[in-house]
């Protein structure tokens, strides 16, 4: 894959932000108070390349219960397999160790969501045996910016429409901010 092949290929696959949007969907359906936190530089042209990758990489949400305990939301879409580069798994943990790293996985092609904390993701991550794999911006050079694990959606939390899973709230109950 050439370069501009390459660079198509990275704007095709993140063109839309149905993943965000679905995940603010959620939030919204189950009342949740949220505020967005996460920069992305997908939506602006200033170097945001050059700014550490543990700042790049926050949580894309603050979510926020009544008694004000909070987490982190990340925002995650996939059709067929769910992806995490290993720079955002370790800039997860990370952020993390700040404050409670809830990701929410939108299957895009059946329209269901996994809620799962970031400790679940990483436990079993380290116990299954996850696939590896670059995406083709960085497939050349096995670049470690573009490493990914493939993480089998039957190990996630339940996959639910909405109205019918559990929602971030009872995560929050036991979160001491």
């Known amino acids: 894959m050439d370069e501009q092949e390459q660079k198509e290929y990275f704007e095709n696959r993140n063109k839309d932000k149905l993943r965000e949007d679905k995940v603010e969907e959620y939030m919204n359906y189950y009342n949740l108070r949220y505020v967005r936190y996460g920069l992305d530089a997908l939506?602006?042209?200033?170097?945001i390349g050059f700014l550490q990758s543990f700042i790049r990489r926050a949580p894309d949400f603050i979510a926020f219960?009544?008694?004000?305990?909070?987490?982190?939301?990340?925002?995650k879409g996939f059709i067929g397999e769910v992806k995490?580069?290993?720079?955002?798994l370790e800039a997860y943990i990370e952020w993390d160790r700040r404050l409670v790293?809830?990701?929410v996985i939108h299957d895009e092609k059946n329209d269901?969501?996994?809620?799962?904390?970031?400790k679940d993701i990483h436990a079993i991550?380290?116990?299954k045996e996850c696939k590896k794999g670059y995406y083709p911006e960085g497939e050349e050079g096995k670049k470690r910016s573009a490493l990914y694990y493939t993480i089998e959606k039957e190990w996630l939390a339940k996959y639910k429409k909405l109205g019918n899973l559990t929602p971030v709230i009872p995560y929050l109950e036991n979160i001491k901010s």
């Open 43 to 47: 939506d602006t042209d200033y170097p």
């Open 65 to 75: 219960k009544k008694n004000n305990n909070s987490c982190f939301i990340e925002a």
């Open 84 to 88: 995490i580069k290993i720079e955002d």
């Open 101 to 103: 790293v809830l990701i």
């Open 112 to 118: 269901t969501y996994s809620t799962n904390t970031l």
């Open 125 to 127: 991550m380290l116990e």
